[in-house]
């Protein structure tokens, strides 16, 4: 049996990026990833010779200065990798059904009051207001701000406020209210639960700057692996953990499905905080951490669609689409019998044609329960198992729905596709983990706000936790993560310090 100082299992980005942070540290680590390509929602794949995303659509803060290039700056990466600014004056464009205005989200905060209120020239007060307080929640977060943690997640102010709510206080123009919310697909925001500090953290970060990975955002999980294996660290693929062993309260070992162990000091976990769990014998963990852990609600899930486009048959758009059948940007969760209810649109940034788009990728929400007649089957690269003609009838269906809301922007796509293919929340669910399909792990809710926060320490001494589950998913929240679990291991005030030594 093959030991290591730290075993971390899973390589979506929290996990590489612990690996990172941990192997340059002088920790020999070992990152286990079951699926055939790293990287979890960093994963990219190729149809047709065209790239898609299945995660990583665009990238916030990323400018010089902004709070990701300098974490970024400390992992070593930044200087690698290919990006490509968003358009300054319209990086998100919000559209609803019956109105023709596309209504264009700028970049810097200037630049987007003075857009936002050329739409709406009797509410700059308003839009005033409301990017001045998503800046004052900003600075409420030691970590978004790369600085160190001072006191308990739980004095942070605005944690129990509602992001609906706030937005109406700003402006009671309905429409207005909509288009500052109009992007919420990047958190399935929802009416009722989302916490302003959700949609603060989020939105701030995009109007700094937004970006798009040139040909994909495998290149970032690519960028740390690479680092790990500089650092003497291994990078398994194909390496299906399956069950932590448990000797005198400590994980003494991790066993994989092809009967593999690898022995480590520390373990850590980048899977679903309540899918770890099911990896260790009950008799180790109370039933009421685990009962916290496995009842904590998961976000809602996604059907796609990936488009191949003929090729110099649509110009490239240097933006991405909002479009929202039913005006309330806030429904769109619990969509009921109207789907979709509105969507969102990319393409991707390719090194091969600046000019014309290779490749649109359309995501509407979906229920998990939606395909819950299939989900006693499991269809991935390495394990193919065909899920049967109901099943593949189903995806035709929506993906013709879905054609039919696009004709409306992009008349003849139909003419102009070249091929097209589908993921559903069954696809989510066998490549990244979630039992579920959650496109965004747990959900956060205004009115508790402490039961979805999740400390990287379990109630097993040497097993920490990361990934989007812990604190705020999205690449910031998840690199905030990582350097939260890093903590436990190498400190908070050295890390922090460090940090702040890397960064120009």
């Not at 490509?84 to 970049?107: R, W």
């Not at 937005?167 to 639960?193: P, R």
């Not at 903590?487 to 460090?498: C, F, P, Q």
Request: aromatic share 12%; net charge neutral; hydrophobic share 35%.
């Amino acid at each position: 049996m093959e030991k290591f100082d730290i075993v971390i299992v899973g390589s979506g980005l929290g996990g590489l990026e612990c690996g990172a942070i941990l192997s340059r540290e002088g920790y020999k680590v070992l990152v286990l990833e079951k699926n055939k390509q790293i990287g979890g929602n960093l994963q990219i794949f190729a149809r047709n010779k065209r790239i898609f995303d299945t995660g990583i659509h665009y990238i916030g803060g990323l400018g010089e200065g902004q709070n990701l290039n300098k974490y970024f700056q400390f992992l070593g990466i930044m200087d690698d990798l290919k990006l490509q600014q968003l358009d300054e004056d319209g990086f998100d464009v919000i559209s609803f059904e019956g109105d023709e205005i596309e209504y264009k989200h700028g970049q810097g905060y200037e630049n987007f009051i003075n857009i936002m209120a050329g739409y709406f020239p009797g509410e700059r007060e308003g839009i005033i207001k409301y990017c001045e307080k998503i800046k004052e929640v900003c600075k409420s977060f030691p970590m978004y701000n790369l600085e160190r943690m001072n006191s308990h997640l739980g004095s942070i102010p605005f944690l129990d406020v509602n992001a609906r709510d706030f937005i109406a206080i700003c402006t009671s123009n309905k429409k207005l209210q909509y288009v500052l919310a109009g992007s919420n697909l990047l958190y399935a925001g929802e009416g009722d639960k989302t916490p302003l500090y959700v949609h603060a953290l989020i939105i701030n970060s995009y109007i700094e700057s937004a970006w798009r990975c040139v040909d994909g955002g495998s290149q970032i999980g690519r960028l740390l692996a690479r680092k790990i294996r500089d650092n003497g660290g291994k990078v398994l693929t194909h390496a299906e953990a399956k069950k932590f062993i448990v000797e005198d309260k400590k994980v003494r070992h991790v066993e994989l499905a092809d009967g593999r162990t690898f022995e480590a000091d520390i373990f850590i976990s980048n899977a679903h905080p309540a899918v770890t769990l099911d990896m260790i014998d009950e008799t180790y963990i109370r039933k009421a951490y685990r009962k916290r852990i496995t009842s904590l609600e998961n976000s809602v899930s996604v059907f796609i669609l990936y488009i191949v486009l003929k090729k110099k048959t649509i110009r490239y758009f240097n933006c991405n689409y909002y479009h929202f059948i039913d005006p309330d940007v806030w429904k769109g969760v619990s969509y009921g019998e109207q789907w979709p209810a509105g969507y969102a649109l990319f393409t991707g940034a390719s090194s091969r044609d600046k000019e014309y788009a290779e490749t649109m990728t359309m995501m509407a929400y979906m229920d998990y329960n939606e395909t819950k007649k299939w989900e006693d089957t499991f269809n991935t690269v390495s394990k193919e198992s065909p899920r049967g003609k109901e099943y593949e009838d189903f995806k035709t269906e929506r993906a013709e729905r879905m054609f039919d809301e696009l004709e409306k922007r992009f008349p003849g796509i139909r003419e102009h596709t070249e091929a097209y293919y589908t993921s559903t929340p069954l696809t989510y669910r066998d490549y990244i983990g979630t039992k579920d399909g959650s496109l965004y792990g747990v959900t956060k809710d205004y009115r508790n706000p402490m039961k979805s926060f999740i400390s990287p320490r379990t109630k097993i001494s040497n097993l920490l936790l990361t990934g989007q589950n812990l604190n705020m998913h999205g690449v910031l929240g998840v690199t905030i993560g990582a350097i939260t679990t890093c903590s436990e291991i190498l400190g908070h005030d050295k890390l922090m310090a460090d940090v702040a030594k890397y960064v120009k």
